[in-house]
C-alpha cells in the first residue's frame, strides 16, 4: 500500500509506506475452514484453490477461508517459519516495485525498510547512500524518499530528482509499480507450480461430502458420521435449501459410506433453528478428488498459469466485492497478518507446495486491496494524482495532503494493531490457555 506519512508516524517523511498484512485477507480462496452449515444461511461455495487447469468450470463465488474463531493453530515452528517468509517476500516484491520504479527514472531513494518502528538490523548502500533495514513491527515496510524540508536532506529543493518535483506520470509510475509488481509475482509462483510440482487440479465427483457432524445434532442423532457422502442431493446449495426448508419433518438421505458397497438409506429430522428453518448441525463440501497437471513445456505452462491466474483474480475481486457489498455481515472474516500467517503454516502443514497458490492468492488480494481509492492505499495516492492532473498540474496543497493521508494511515494502523490482537487471542493454543 502505498502511502504518503506525516512525520509523526514511524516511516520518515517524504517516503511511500506498505501495511500488506493488516487487511490483505478477507474473503480468500483459501478453502481450509469453508464451513456450510445448515443452522445459518448457507455460504456460497469456495472458488477452487487449485482451480481446473484443463477446461474448467468457474467457481461460484468465495466464501470466508475462516473466522476469527477457526483459526488453525500455530503448531509447527517450521510452518509458520515457511508463512512468514512467504508473506516478508511479498512485502519485499511490494516495496521493491515501488523502489525499481523510482530508481529506473534517476529519482532519489533514501531508505528501504522491511517493517516499522524501531530498527533491528541496518546497512548503509556507499553507492546512493540508501539504506536498508528491518524494523521490530512487522505490519509492512516501505520506501522513503528524500524531503528537501526536512533539516538532514542536504538536496537541493529544486532538483529534478526529487520525487515531488518529478511530473505526474513519473509519479504514477513509481506508485503504481508495487500493485504491478504483486501481479507479476503471482504469476511467476503459478508459472512455476505448473513447471515444477503441477496445478492441482479437482475433478468433481458425485454426491456433497460431510467433513464433521456436531456431536448431539440432529445429523448425529441419525446416525450421519464424518466423512459420509450425500448421493441424494446434487451439489452443497441444493442440500442445503432442502434442510433448511424442512424443519422437523423426515427427510430421507442417501448416503455412500467408506468401506460399505451399498448405499444406506438414513431419515434425518432437521431441528427448528431460531429464524425458523431447519438445521441438522453439519459441515458441507463439494466432493472431488485432486489430481496433478504439469506442464510439458513453456508453452504449455504459460497457458495454464494463464488460465490459473485468471480464475485466481476473478474469484479475489468478487471476494473482495462481496466483502464490501455485505460488509456488515463479513466485517469479522477480515484478517490480519497473525490470522494470514496461521493460514499459510496450516497450508505448509498438509502440503508444501500449497505455498505457490498461498502466495499468489496473497498478493492478488494485496494488488486488488491498494487499487481501492482510499487515502492510505496506494489507490487513494493515484487518486490525489489524478486529481492534480485534472487542475492542470497544480499541486493538492501539502497541508490538505498530509491531513488526507495521516489520517488514512492512522486508520489503517489501529485497524491492523486490532486484527493482531483479535487474531491472536482467537488462535487455539491461546485459547487453551
Not at 517476500?89 to 516499522?116: C, D, P, R, W
Not at 444406506?264 to 453439519?282: E, H, N
Request: aromatic share 6%; with cysteine.
Amino acid at each position: 500500500m502505498l502511502l504518503r506519512l506525516s512525520p509523526q508516524l514511524h516511516p520518515p517523511r517524504g517516503c511511500y509506506a506498505s501495511l500488506p498484512l493488516s487487511f490483505a485477507l478477507s474473503h480468500s480462496t483459501l478453502p481450509l475452514s469453508f464451513s456450510a452449515t445448515s443452522s445459518s444461511s448457507p455460504s456460497p461455495p469456495p472458488p477452487l484453490l487449485f482451480s481446473q487447469t484443463h477446461n474448467p468450470p468457474r467457481p461460484h463465488p468465495p466464501c470466508a477461508f475462516a473466522s476469527p474463531g477457526l483459526l488453525p493453530s500455530l503448531e509447527s515452528f517450521q510452518s509458520v517459519i515457511e508463512a512468514t517468509s512467504v508473506l516478508t517476500a511479498i512485502i519485499v516484491v511490494h516495496e521493491g516495485g515501488h523502489f525499481l520504479a523510482a530508481t529506473l527514472q534517476g529519482i532519489h531513494v533514501s531508505k528501504f525498510a522491511i517493517g516499522f518502528g524501531p530498527v533491528l538490523a541496518r546497512f548503509v548502500y556507499p553507492k546512493g547512500g540508501v539504506e536498508y533495514s528491518v524494523r521490530a513491527f512487522p505490519l509492512g515496510g516501505f520506501v522513503a524518499f528524500p524531503d528537501a524540508e526536512d533539516p538532514d536532506c542536504n538536496i537541493p529543493a529544486d532538483d529534478p530528482d526529487l520525487l515531488r518535483n518529478r511530473p505526474v506520470v513519473d509519479r504514477v509510475f513509481v506508485v503504481s509499480a508495487g500493485v504491478a509488481a504483486n501481479i507479476a509475482f503471482a504469476f511467476f509462483l503459478i508459472f512455476a507450480q505448473s513447471l515444477t510440482t503441477g496445478l492441482p487440479v479437482q475433478e468433481p465427483l458425485p454426491g456433497v461430502l460431510v467433513p464433521d457432524v456436531r456431536p448431539g445434532s440432529a445429523a448425529s442423532r441419525s446416525g450421519l458420521l464424518p466423512g459420509d457422502i450425500v448421493l441424494s442431493s446434487p451439489s452443497v446449495s441444493d442440500l442445503v435449501d432442502i434442510i433448511k426448508s424442512n424443519p422437523e419433518k423426515s427427510i430421507s438421505l442417501k448416503i455412500q459410506r467408506g468401506g460399505l458397497t451399498d448405499p444406506l438409506d438414513l431419515k434425518i429430522v432437521p431441528d427448528l433453528s431460531p429464524d425458523g428453518t431447519g438445521r441438522i448441525g453439519v459441515q458441507l463440501s463439494p466432493n472431488f478428488r485432486v489430481t496433478r497437471l504439469k506442464a510439458k513445456n513453456l508453452a504449455e505452462a504459460t497457458n495454464f498459469a494463464t488460465r490459473e491466474f485468471v480464475a485466481l483474480t476473478g474469484s479475489v475481486f468478487e471476494g473482495l466485492k462481496q466483502t464490501f457489498l455485505n460488509f456488515s455481515q463479513s466485517a469479522e472474516k477480515v484478517s490480519g497478518p497473525v490470522a494470514i500467517i496461521a493460514v499459510g503454516a496450516e497450508v505448509a502443514k498438509s502440503s508444501a507446495d500449497g505455498l505457490f497458490q498461498f502466495a499468489a492468492v496473497i498478493n492478488l488480494n494485496l494488488a486488488a486491496m491498494n487499487l481501492l481509492p482510499l487515502p492510505a492505499l496506494d489507490g487513494g495516492t493515484l487518486a490525489l494524482l489524478l486529481v492534480e492532473a485534472v487542475r492542470g498540474g497544480r499541486r493538492i496543497p501539502r497541508e490538505v495532503e498530509q491531513v488526507i493521508t495521516s489520517l488514512g494511515v492512522s486508520l489503517v494502523v489501529m485497524l491492523g494493531l486490532f486484527l493482531i490482537v483479535r487474531d491472536t487471542l482467537n488462535l487455539d493454543f491461546i485459547k487453551m490457555l
